[in-house]
Each structure stands twice: as structure tokens, then as C-alpha cells.
């Protein structure tokens, strides 16, 4: 042991046995601090290993840096061929991913749990090369003694945080540690130009998923003219505004659910989900008081229905406009095989509803789900609102609010089936109630022109007769 280790040892000792001050450096002493206060014994306490061998494989595989794995390895090859030499990749929480070196010298690490799933981050172990690097931000090299635990006294570490420049994160660190018996002065220059050419690679990644993400899904998130959009990404980066600035770079709210939401800066928006895992469209909402989150189906005389999603009109195809309508009606919601026969007859195919279903929630987004297929939120269609409030109507108020028959030009035998019993309801109110006047505007209209028992009704109002003849 050299002097300046035996140093490093008095000084570790008095420390750790609490000593008022150690001939150590600044920051190496702050780590003990902070280990010790944590509760972390330099005898007694051990990383914890968890989780199985098979699902840190796992992990490993998935992870980002699995993709820059080939670049570290050939920046720090010779490190891996010396005698005693270990390198560790691990994730940003001070997990050990990989081991790599010579089976003697990791069966020797083993003993101080230097293994793959191993957590080395100070608020398990105090200092060491992971867990300090990560807590200080920087490359940083431990001497032997200069580790908190004692089962790591005998290596000296060189480890550097990995960080993706596009997004700031830290993605996880690689470590260079050998026998403290060992000399290796290139062992710290080697570690910190890794993680740097590791964090350039993996930024240049970060700029082509955007690049991706945006020609993708730019478009579907700007389809709603004059309306604040956003498109943002999976790990909340705001990658994209319309205007531009309305959101901050980055998301400052959960990326759970989609749906309305109040952002911490009082703004209202919709956050709809892209896919299963994002990305997603974010669009302001600026009157949700004039029900600006309400799902509004305007379907009465109209061959094309026009809803209102979040405070933006859209005028749906005749088939959209009666998926809409029976899902409206079907409040639990509908399977795809029920869909199809209401939709499309008999011979209606679940396959054919779920192309179309797809294609109408680029219209509906998060207002649309699955499993069963159903609209969610706030809704308000005029053909439910009418037969909500029929019996409380009067005959002029019900004919008002009628102002021709549910989609009229569509044969769909579901929209039929809704459309004729609305129809007879509407009927049956205005002559239950008798006003003149409005069974007068009745057999004036389209829809009621040919009704003979309103007419003979107007002319013999005193006469009973069955409103079916």
C-alpha cells in the first residue's frame, strides 16, 4: 500500500468512525456525509441485488443504452483486456446492466456484489463510481478508500454520467474499476470520452425518433384550424406548437389518461393518445364554460351529422354519422360483431367496423374507446335530448325541436330502427296534446305531409280514432 493510500485509509477511518474533519477531497467527504446520514453502514451494509438475473436481461436489452453498447465497448476496449479490469454499464438509478471483464476478476467482484441488477447509487452504498458520478452529474474517479463500504476499499472506480444532450436526461453511467494494487492513468480520460461519444449517439437517436414522430403525427395534431395544438412526446418533450410557444418545452403535467385536463398554469386543454404509448395531441380549449369539452351530434335533418369535438365542428361522413348515432344511443357501449349488424346488415363484418372505427377517431380521439367500442365524456345529441324531454314538451315545443327525422337518407337498419321510433314518439306527443297549430305545421312539413290521420284530426278535431290509423 503506498502512502497515498494508507492516507486515504487513516483518513476513511477517522471519518467513518467520526472524526470532525479527514484530509480527503471535498466532495469525497460530502458522499460520506450524506451516506451516514442516510443510514448506510460501511460494515454492514451491501447493494441490494434485485431484480432475477432473467429480468435484468430483460432490462438490458430494452434499455437505451443497449443501443450505444457497441460504442462504449470499442471506446474502452483496452480497459476490458488489461488484467483485473472490469467495465460496468449501469441504468440512471445506479443498477448495474452489464459486467464485463475476465471470469477470475468477476468472480472476485462478486463478493462485493458487483453483479448485474446490483443497485450502487449512494442512497444504497455511499461512495463509489456509479453512485457518486450519478449524484455529482460528472465523471468522477473513487480511490480504494475513498468508497464508503468496505467491500469495495480494495478497487479503485472511474465512472462518467451518460447523457442525451437533446433531452438533458441522464440515460445511465459506465465505469472503469480495477484492483487497487493496479495503476491505470488512462482509466478516467477513457470513461468520460465513452459516455460523451455514448451521449452524442444517443442524442442523434433523440433527433431522428423526433424527426419520425413529427412527420407521423404533425398533421393529425394541426387538423383543427385556429385551434391551439400541440404535439408531445413520450417522455413529455414538447415536440411541436401551433402557435408557436403556447406550451413550454416541456410538459409540466402527468401523461396518464387522455382527456380534458387543467394544466398548473390554469390553461385547459384535451390530451389525446397518438398510440398505446404515445406520443400525444394536446389542443387548448378556450371557452370550456360555452362547453368547449362537450361532445356535441347535431344528427336531426341532416344526411351528414356535424359534431363538435372540444369546441371544434366537423361534418362526418353518412357512415361515421351513423357509427356516431349508435354509439351515442348505446351509452355501455357495443361489440364490434353488434356494430356490424346495425351498421351494415347481416352480413356486416366486425373487421370492416374496426377499419372504420379507427379512421373515425382521427375525427373523435380520445372521445372514442374500445373494448367495447363507446363515446366517453361529456355528450349531448339532439335526437337524445329531444326524446329525453318529449314528455315535458308541448306539441309546438316537441315539433321545434324535430326539425326533420334522424339521418334521413341513411338505410342502416340500426339508424332506421332509432329514427322511426323517434319519429312515432314525436307523432304520438303532438297529438296527445292537440295543439292545432302545431299539428298544422306537421302535415306541412316533408316528414308529415302525408299523414292522413293528422289531417282528418284537424278537420273533425272532436272525432276519436286510433293515431295508427
Keep these: ?111 462485493a456484489r458487483l453483479v448485474p441488477g446490483a443497485l450502487w ?14 449524484a455529482l452529474g460528472r465523471p468522477f474517479q473513487v480511490r480504494g478508500p475513498e468508497h464508503y463500504l468496505s467491500v469495495a476499499a480494495d478497487f479503485n472506480c472511474s465512472a462518467a454520467p451518460i447523457v442525451d444532450p437533446v433531452t438533458g436526461a441522464t440515460v445511465g453511467t459506465v465505469d472503469v474499476t ?16 465513452a459516455a460523451r461519444l455514448a451521449g452524442t449517439q444517443l442524442g442523434e437517436q433523440t433527433r431522428r425518433r423526433d424527426d419520425d414522430v413529427r412527420a407521423r403525427y404533425v398533421d393529425h395534431v394541426l387538423r383543427r384550424s385556429g385551434v391551439r395544438s400541440a404535439l408531445v412526446g413520450v417522455d413529455g418533450r414538447v415536440l411541436h406548437t401551433s402557435p408557436a410557444g403556447w406550451l413550454p418545452p416541456q410538459w409540466a403535467a402527468s401523461l396518464g389518461e387522455d382527456g380534458p385536463m387543467t ?46 369535438v372540444d369546441g371544434v365542428p366537423r361534418e362526418l361522413s353518412l357512415r361515421h354519422s351513423e357509427l356516431v348515432v349508435l354509439l351515442a344511443a348505446h351509452p355501455a357501449g357495443m361489440g364490434a360483431d353488434e356494430v356490424a349488424r346495425e351498421a351494415y346488415g347481416p352480413n356486416g363484418k366486425a373487421v370492416t367496423v374496426r377499419a372504420e372505427m379507427t379512421r373515425l377517431r382521427r375525427v373523435l380521439g380520445y372521445r372514442l374507446r374500445s373494448d367495447p367500442y363507446r363515446l366517453v365524456g361529456r355528450i349531448s345529441a339532439d335526437f337524445l335530448e329531444l ?83
Excluded: C
Design 121 to 134: 447509487n449512494e442512497e444504497q452504498v455511499g461512495t463509489s463510481g456509479v453512485g457518486t458520478a450519478l
Design 263 to 308: 394544466l398548473p398554469d390554469g390553461q385547459r386543454v384535451v390530451v389525446e393518445r397518438l398510440s398505446p404509448t404515445g406520443p400525444y395531441a394536446v389542443h387548448g380549449v378556450d371557452h370550456p364554460e360555452r362547453g368547449g369539452d362537450l361532445l356535441l351530434v347535431h344528427a336531426l335533418g341532416r344526411s351528414r351529422a356535424l359534431v363538435h
Design 1 to 111: 500500500m503506498d502512502e497515498t493510500t494508507r492516507r486515504l485509509a487513516a483518513a476513511r477511518e477517522n471519518a467513518l468512525s467520526g472524526g470532525a474533519s479527514a484530509p480527503v477531497r471535498p466532495e469525497v467527504r460530502a458522499s460520506w456525509d450524506r451516506a451516514r446520514s442516510r443510514g448506510v453502514h460501511p460494515d454492514r451494509s451491501a447493494a441490494p441485488v434485485d431484480p432475477a438475473a432473467d429480468l435484468v436481461r430483460e432490462l438490458t436489452r430494452k434499455h437505451r443504452l443497449a443501443e450505444v453498447w457497441p460504442t462504449l465497448l470499442r471506446t474502452i476496449g483496452d480497459a476490458i483486456t488489461q488484467p483485473g479490469h472490469l467495465v460496468f454499464i449501469s441504468d440512471p438509478h445506479g443498477r448495474l446492466l452489464q459486467v464485463v471483464g475476465d471470469p477470475a476478476t468477476r468472480r472476485n467482484a462478486e463478493r
Design 387 to 469: 326524446e329525453r324531454s318529449l314528455a315535458e314538451r308541448t306539441g309546438g315545443e316537441a315539433l321545434d325541436g324535430y326539425p326533420a327525422p334522424l339521418l334521413p337518407t341513411s338505410r342502416a337498419a340500426g339508424i332506421e330502427a332509432l329514427r322511426d321510433g323517434l319519429h312515432h314518439r314525436v307523432r304520438g306527443r303532438l297529438i296527445s296534446h292537440g295543439d292545432a297549430d302545431a299539428l298544422a305545421r306537421w302535415i306541412a312539413s316533408p316528414h308529415g305531409r302525408d299523414d292522413v290521420f293528422v289531417r282528418r284530426l284537424l278537420r273533425a278535431p272532436d272525432e276519436h280514432a286510433s293515431p295508427g290509423e
Design 178 to 193: 480495477y484492483p487497487l494494487a493496479s495503476s491505470n492513468a488512462l482509466a478516467m480520460p477513457l470513461v468520460a470520452a
